[in-house]
């Protein structure tokens, strides 16, 4: 167990999470889909089985020990994890972005966290250290709501209306939250349900730290065919598939190619860290890369001027979010130490 070298790991995956759909902002060109559907590709095809094929020595061999009700785990965890990605956008459009997150962010936190440690460790939950992570569960989700509510601060400052919304009935968008927050959170489930792959690729020579890539291999081209393939149907749908070759040109490819690397290679960097933060290393890295992706995601507003032009009142609220969130960031990390390898 190392303790400071995980987390220093898991912080760096937050960075990338937090940044990685930055490129949705700097394509104005694309439409929506344009970019998460590059994206998407970019992201199956240039980090999982690349990385796992240089890491995992007989890859194919790992896999046919683990064989094929083995492998379904994680890959349908992969889909499940897809299909909210799509429900959080629906979301979002149908309760506001303030609303949207918090549910989101505080749902996707607890199914990741303390529910799959209570049905993998349910003992573990009731001892101080899962007492602490329910804890800095609760101090993460007030930090996501007041972060929420700063964003929708900001919406009215500067758009002069309440934030958005749709014609959809209150009660769907919240049926919306809830079923993206579960599946969202299965990326996790397929980390830790995965293990029996990770132990298998031990076996055929791979090293600790590139173990879990026979995992990400599985679970990443779950999510990315869900991605890649609802954005295309949306680009025949919409006839905007041509605005690829048509509008952009290099730089916007390689925002797709920026936003390809740094979505899978967060959560390459999350497992990693999670290991190196002994066996109960999933439970806690998972919300503690999730509050470094809240924060650095915000830090990507500020500098990219989103927050000009708003009031003190507004700025002084997400910078109060923000100290919420580290402190659960603490609170995380000592729950880490009680829980021990």
């Known amino acids: ?12 995956g937050g960075v990338m999470e ?6 949705v902002t700097r394509t104005p060109r694309w439409q929506w889909e344009n970019t998460w559907g590059a994206g998407s590709l970019m992201a199956l095809l240039l980090v999982p089985w690349p990385v796992a094929l240089l890491t995992v020595p007989e890859l194919r061999g ?5 064989g094929l009700a083995g492998l379904a785990v994680p890959l349908l965890f992969g ?24 549910l989101l962010m505080g749902l996707i936190t607890i199914f990741g966290s303390p529910v799959l440690l209570a049905i993998r460790e349910p003992d573990k939950l009731r001892e101080p250290g899962g007492l602490v992570l329910v804890a800095a569960v609760v101090v993460m989700i007030a930090g996501v709501v007041v972060c929420a509510w700063a964003g929708r601060l ?7 209306s309440a934030a958005g919304g749709t014609n959809v009935p209150l009660a769907l968008g919240l049926l919306f939250c809830l079923v993206s927050g579960v599946l969202s959170a299965l ?9 029996p792959i990770a132990e298998a690729a031990v076996g055929h020579g791979a090293s600790a730290a590139a ?12 999510n990315f065919l869900v991605n890649a393939g609802y954005a295309f149907w949306l680009m025949a749908r919409r006839r905007t598939l041509g605005l690829l070759v048509k509008e952009g040109g290099i730089r916007y490819w390689a925002w797709a190619v920026f936003m390809g690397v740094t979505w899978p290679l967060g959560i390459v960097l999350f497992g990693i860290g999670s290991d190196r933060m002994g066996t109960f290393g999933p439970y806690v890295a998972f919300p503690m890369m999730l509050v470094v992706a809240v ?23 997400m910078i109060a979010g923000v100290a919420v969130l580290l402190l659960a960031f603490g609170v995380f990390g000592w729950s880490s130490r009680l829980l021990g390898g």
């Open 1 to 12: 167990m190392d303790l400071g070298l995980g987390i220093v790991l898991v912080v760096v």
């Open 18 to 23: 937090g940044l990685f759909s930055l490129p």
């Open 62 to 66: 790992v896999y046919a020990d683990v």
């Open 79 to 102: 889909l499940g994890w897809g299909l909210g990605g799509i429900f959080w956008g629906k979301a979002i459009a149908a309760v506001g972005v303030a609303l949207g997150v918090s």
């Open 154 to 160: 900001r919406q009215r400052e500067l758009e002069g």
């Open 187 to 195: 990326v996790n489930f397929g980390f830790v349900f995965g293990k």
């Open 211 to 222: 173990k879990a890539n026979a995992i990400w291999a599985l679970v990443f081209t779950g």
């Open 295 to 317: 924060l650095f995601g915000n830090l990507a507003g500020v500098l990219t001027g989103e927050w000009r032009g708003t009031s003190w009142r507004t700025r002084a609220t």
